[in-house]
């Protein structure tokens, strides 16, 4: 039962214009929803959240949309640049307190052609 | 300051080995975690730890065991390797709010 899914396992995507990385979830018990950025024989880093009391969050060349009632949530980068060539992962954190256990999408390859 | 440091980095076991991957963070966090990564998917929860003495299971933790008998460390014990356990596996600390601090991984192979 995938409860975040990221149903584009690549995008591709020439520098300058604008990446778009989608992401939808099943579970409305969800609360928090962050992405993160994966380079090859590294660990995932943080890129930016949203919480489920807004719909949008901006940060830089990054902004993240949350649609509540679709269950979808997007990342926007834009200008893209090659530097963003990586996997992106959608990532969501049940409304439980205690320890954030993250329920991650399956992720997306994202490539920033020059 | 280092983050989160996972060893190895790489390791190739046989069917029926047993093996500890080991992760410390010098961040004095409460939560640790550990996520195995299969290919084409996504982070699954093995196990997690609110604190010292305190560890309890995630989504997949069959064939695996942790101890957490410091803040600082929280190694992942597999007692009889199989194929299946043939993954990327990551270990993460967090304060309890906010975001994860990951490690650069431990790619297992079980052969």
């Known amino acids: 039962d995938q409860q975040v899914k990221q149903n584009s396992p690549s995008l591709s995507v020439q520098e300058g214009r604008i990446s778009i990385l989608n992401c939808d979830y099943t579970?409305?018990?969800?609360?928090?929803f962050l992405w993160y950025k994966k380079y090859p024989a590294e660990g995932p880093t943080f890129l930016i959240s949203?919480?489920?009391?807004?719909d949008k969050n901006e940060d830089g060349r990054f902004t993240v949309f949350l649609n509540k009632s679709a269950k979808h949530l997007s990342l926007h980068i834009v200008p893209s640049q090659p530097g963003d060539s990586a996997v992106y992962f959608c990532?969501?954190?049940?409304?439980?307190?205690?320890?954030?256990?993250?329920?991650f999408g399956q992720g997306t390859r994202l490539t920033i052609n020059p | 300051n280092a983050g989160v440091t996972q060893t190895p980095k790489f390791r190739i076991l046989k069917i029926g080995q047993s093996m500890t991957l080991q992760c410390t963070q010098d961040?004095?966090?409460?939560?640790m975690y550990w996520y195995r990564q299969d290919p084409g998917m996504g982070l699954k929860l093995i196990y997690y730890?609110?604190?010292?003495?305190?560890?309890d299971k995630g989504e997949v933790p069959n064939g695996y065991n942790v101890s957490r008998s410091t803040t600082e460390d929280f190694p992942l014990r597999l007692e009889l390797a199989a194929p299946s356990q043939t993954s990327v596996y990551f270990c993460?600390?967090?304060?309890?709010?906010?975001?994860?601090?990951f490690g650069a991984g431990s790619r297992l192979t079980v052969l």
């Open positions: 730890s609110v604190g010292a003495g305190i560890t």
């Open positions: 961040m004095n966090h409460n939560y």
């Open positions: 579970n409305s018990m969800f609360d928090y």
């Open positions: 949203i919480s489920s009391i807004k």
């Open positions: 993460a600390s967090s304060y309890g709010t906010g975001s994860l601090t």
């Open positions: 990532a969501a954190i049940p409304l439980i307190q205690g320890a954030q256990k993250l329920v």
